[in-house]
C-alpha cells in the first residue's frame, strides 16, 4: 500500500459526512506504520471504538469507508471465520460490520455488512506463518494468493457500500 498522509486518509471517505471525516481519530502508531506489509488500511478509532475504518487504493486513488460493529456478541463457542482475510477465530476475534452506504441509498439508511476481523488487522493475519502449509507449495506463492484474494475481497466490499 502507498503511504498517506492524514488528510488523504479523511479525504478518501465515501461514505462519511465533513464531520464525521474530521472526527476520525487515526491509529496511534500512524506514523510507523509498515506501509509495504499493508493490503489495506483497517483500524478501530480509538474515541468511538463501536467505529472502524478502512481504507484501499484503487488505482491512483485512496477510498474508504467507515464501518461500524454490530450491537451484541457473538456466539462464544463457535469459530468464526473473516469474510475478507478468510482466517478464523474463536471468541470475540470476529465481528459483523455493517458500512453506510454512499449517496441516495445511504441517506435512505441503506447498510453493507460482513463478518470482519475485529481488529481489522487482517494485512497481518494473512501474513502469520502457518507450519503446514510449506509443505504443499512455495510460501512466497501461498502469500501472494492470500493477498491477491484479500485485495479482491476488500475491494468486492468496498464497491458494495460505494454503489448507490
Known amino acids: 500500500m ?11 471517505l465515501a461514505n462519511a ?21 499493508l493490503d489495506y488500511l483497517g483500524w478501530r478509532d480509538s474515541h468511538s471504538p463501536h467505529l472502524g475504518y478502512i ?21 462464544r463457542r463457535r469459530m468464526m471465520m ?14 459483523l460490520f455493517s458500512a453506510k452506504r454512499t449517496g441516495e441509498a445511504g441517506e435512505n439508511g441503506n447498510t453493507v455488512g460482513t463478518y ?3 481488529n481489522l ?5 494473512i501474513r502469520v506463518d502457518v507450519p503446514h502449509a510449506s509443505y504443499y507449495r512455495d510460501p512466497q506463492g501461498l502469500l ?14 468496498m464497491n458494495d457500500v460505494c454503489r448507490s
Open 82 to 95: 473473516c469474510q475478507l482475510c478468510r482466517a478464523t477465530h474463536t471468541e470475540h476475534g470476529v465481528s
Open 116 to 118: 470482519i476481523c475485529a
Open 55 to 75: 481504507i484501499q487504493w484503487q488505482g491512483d486513488r485512496a477510498v474508504g469507508i467507515v464501518v461500524r460493529e454490530a450491537d451484541g456478541p457473538l456466539s
Open 2 to 12: 502507498k503511504r498517506m498522509t492524514g488528510i488523504e486518509v479523511r479525504h478518501s
Open 144 to 157: 501472494a494468493e492470500k493477498v491477491s484474494g484479500l485485495e479482491a475481497r476488500v475491494t468486492g466490499f
Open 121 to 125: 488487522g487482517c494485512s497481518t493475519n
Open 17 to 37: 459526512s465533513a464531520s464525521e471525516a474530521a472526527n476520525m481519530v487515526l491509529p496511534s502508531n500512524f506514523v510507523e506504520l509498515d506501509w509495504e506489509n
